[in-house]
């Protein structure tokens, strides 16, 4: 089975900041790498697929990169909105598998 | 507009069962795999199942395998999970999630599942 192992768990960081969060993979996983945003009590919503395809309708401060096993998550100017936990999730293969989530909490 | 809508979630006691569903609408659904993936209290998204776009093939997380089954109605563009056997670590809000050629790119509301005496 693929681990998914993001960092930092958590991350403080203030409006207009630049961040960007990791995400491991145990094994190859080409670019079959997808991004969520979870804020409290919602769905997960889909920021992100073959590791830098924007889903319709995200912002352009949102990038992604990477292929193989490491992909980063970078969000430009950050805006109050933002502030949410993300996910990283590979369907290379099955099970089909997410990164534990990372915190994006204001300073 | 897409829409996924999750309902059968309750409080169940260890070792009965439960059936959820997931109703879906503003889409081709028979062209969809769709997936139902949970997520335990203040915990993360954990993976669950998936079933393809004729119900053919399924492939299930190795924590549920033998216990949950999930199956569809392509004809009611409906999507269910038998859950048997439940435990109290299948304590979680579960989501339905729909899969073509971009991964998970909508969720239902979610359904909370609380197993528990």
């Known amino acids: 089975d693929i681990q998914m192992t993001q960092s930092p768990s958590s991350l403080s960081a203030s409006v207009g900041d630049r961040v960007t969060i990791t995400c491991r993979a145990s094994q190859g996983i080409t670019n079959e790498l997808a991004w969520f945003q979870q804020k409290p009590g919602k769905a997960p919503k889909s920021l992100m697929y073959?590791?830098?395809s924007l889903q319709s309708g995200v912002p352009s401060r949102f990038s992604g990169s990477g292929s193989g096993t490491y992909f980063t998550l970078t969000i430009n100017s950050l805006q109050p909105e933002d502030f949410a936990t993300y996910y990283c999730h590979q369907y290379h293969g099955y099970p089909y598998s997410f990164g534990q989530g990372t915190t994006l909490e204001i300073k | 507009q897409v829409q996924l809508v999750e309902s059968g979630g309750g409080v169940v006691q260890p070792g009965r069962s439960l059936r959820l569903s997931c109703a879906a609408s503003g889409f081709t659904f028979s062209t969809y795999h769709m997936h139902w993936v949970r997520q335990a209290p203040g915990k993360g998204l954990e993976w669950m199942v998936v079933i393809s776009s004729d119900g053919t093939n399924k492939f299930y997380a190795d924590s549920v395998k033998g216990r949950f089954t999930i199956s569809r109605d392509n004809s009611r563009n409906m999507l269910f999970l038998q859950m048997n056997s439940l435990r109290a670590e299948d304590t979680a809000v579960y989501y339905c999630?729909?899969?073509?050629?971009?991964?998970?790119?909508?969720w239902g509301q979610g359904t909370l599942v609380i197993v528990s005496t």
């Open positions: 999630a729909r899969d073509y050629k971009e991964p998970l790119d909508s």
């Open positions: 073959t590791a830098s």
